[in-house]
DNA sequence: TCGGCAG
């Protein structure tokens, strides 16, 4: 554990990322570190959960998405207080109170007021990158406000400047088809430029990610398949 | 008190 730990560090310094500040805040028993760090593309804020048990998670944001997220933390907060008590009978079957997405910089956030038998909380999750570790923190809703404030000192202190010419890539699409909603996000890593494909049903989400040298191979498969079909309807009629 | 239902 404190190996991995180390071994983070490690990479971080070899990567030429710096912390700028730091923000520690507990809320019932669960600390969360809100970072503000910098690296060659960019600063960014790193908000580290840790659970009483030394159980970790943690979520990267771009700082324009950390102040959307910002946003979202006072409007949740609001809708939080205007709840009654909990209320076992007419609880949505999802279970989510109130949902909000971001999409921001090719990547989508999905923001969730949840609810269980110890109370209610805003579930975080970024779309989890393959074989990666899933990138969600949960935060009591009692401590939402006192987390907004945090994150807006950093905010104001560090600005809402990204890595400016970042966003070369194509706009995100999207598409409704029956009950669910694909969208199509283009992002860019170290390994080159990919397509992320995400399913978003009401209580279902996924998604794949497709690199770039092989969309022209997807487009054949599909024409295949869609060559196929409108002639057996030819054949049909 | 301590935790957050997935594929």
């Not at 659970?51 to 324009?64: N, T």
């Not at 990919?194 to 497709?210: H, K």
């Amino acid at each position: 554990m404190s190996d991995r730990e180390s071994g983070d560090e490690q990479q971080q310094q070899a990567q030429g990322e710096q912390e700028l500040a730091t923000r520690t805040l507990t809320i019932q028993s669960k600390r969360f570190y809100l970072d503000v760090k910098q690296n060659r593309r960019g600063r960014f804020i790193k908000i580290a959960e840790v659970g009483a048990g030394g159980k970790k998670s943690r979520l990267l944001l771009a700082m324009s998405t950390a102040a959307e997220f910002r946003d979202y933390l006072t409007e949740f907060s609001d809708h939080y207080s205007s709840l009654g008590p909990p209320n076992p009978e007419n609880l949505p079957e999802d279970g989510k109170l109130k949902s909000e997405m971001i999409t921001k910089d090719n990547k989508r956030y999905y923001l969730d007021l949840k609810e269980n038998q110890r109370g209610r909380f805003l579930r975080v999750a970024q779309t989890v990158q393959r074989g990666g570790p899933r990138s969600q923190i949960a935060i009591p809703a009692q401590g939402l406000i006192e987390f907004r404030d945090s994150l807006t000192d950093l905010l104001d202190e560090f600005g809402t400047d990204d890595q400016e010419g970042q966003s070369e890539l194509p706009e995100s699409k999207y598409m409704r088809v029956e009950n669910k909603v694909f969208y199509f996000d283009i992002g860019s890593n170290r390994r080159g430029i990919y397509m992320r494909v995400s399913e978003v049903r009401s209580n279902y989400r996924t998604a794949i990610t497709i690199p770039e040298r092989s969309w022209a191979r997807f487009r054949d498969i599909l024409s295949e398949y869609v060559d196929k079909n409108s002639s057996t309807k030819k054949e049909g009629e």
